[in-house]
């Protein structure tokens, strides 16, 4: 990643209704860049899927809080970090297989980290049990049109 152009840090309550605050956040910084259309929806998209993540696994039957930063390089890089203190992921690589899903009772189709990685160019996930979870979704934007 090249020089930092901008970066923006917030939280908010771990609210479903909030998945779309985040999206629109996002959306706003990115539109900054100059993205394609896709590149948008793709990287609103990842983040809506990482922030429900987070209300719905992270911090389950409780509330908390998500912390999201988002930063753009002069490379065109798009970096944003979702980060919960909920309950943590016990096996990432397992969380992270197409349909596994920790809530097999639940609506949840075990699809949200394979969303991220077809959107994104990179995601990585750290993880502590009983600390929470951090999501780093990397994109990186086509070259601007002259």
């Known amino acids: 990643m090249k020089k930092r152009e901008n970066i923006l840090e917030t939280k908010f309550p771990s609210l479903s209704r909030n998945e779309s605050l985040a999206r629109s956040l996002?959306?706003?910084?990115?539109?900054?860049?100059?993205?394609?259309?896709?590149?948008?929806?793709?990287i609103k998209c990842a983040v809506s899927e990482a922030v429900t993540n987070?209300?719905?696994?992270?911090?389950?039957?409780?509330?908390?809080?998500?912390?999201?930063?988002?930063?753009?390089?002069?490379?065109?890089i798009i970096k944003i970090e979702i980060r919960d203190k909920g309950c943590g992921i016990e096996n990432i690589e397992t969380a992270m297989q197409?349909?596994?899903?920790?809530?097999?009772?639940?609506?949840?189709?075990?699809?949200g980290f394979t969303v991220m990685e077809t959107f994104c160019d990179k995601v990585r996930v750290v993880s502590k049990k009983g600390k929470?979870?951090?999501?780093?979704?990397?994109?990186?934007?086509?070259?601007?049109?002259l």
Not at 98 to 111: I, N
Not at 132 to 145: A, D, M, N
């Open 98 to 111: 197409p349909l596994y899903t920790s809530d097999p009772e639940g609506e949840r189709s075990g699809m």
């Open 26 to 42: 996002v959306s706003a910084f990115i539109m900054q860049s100059d993205p394609t259309v896709s590149e948008l929806s793709d």
């Open 54 to 76: 987070s209300i719905v696994h992270g911090y389950k039957e409780q509330s908390g809080t998500i912390y999201m930063r988002i930063e753009s390089s002069s490379d065109r």
């Open 132 to 145: 929470g979870t951090k999501v780093v979704l990397i994109k990186k934007l086509s070259p601007k049109e």
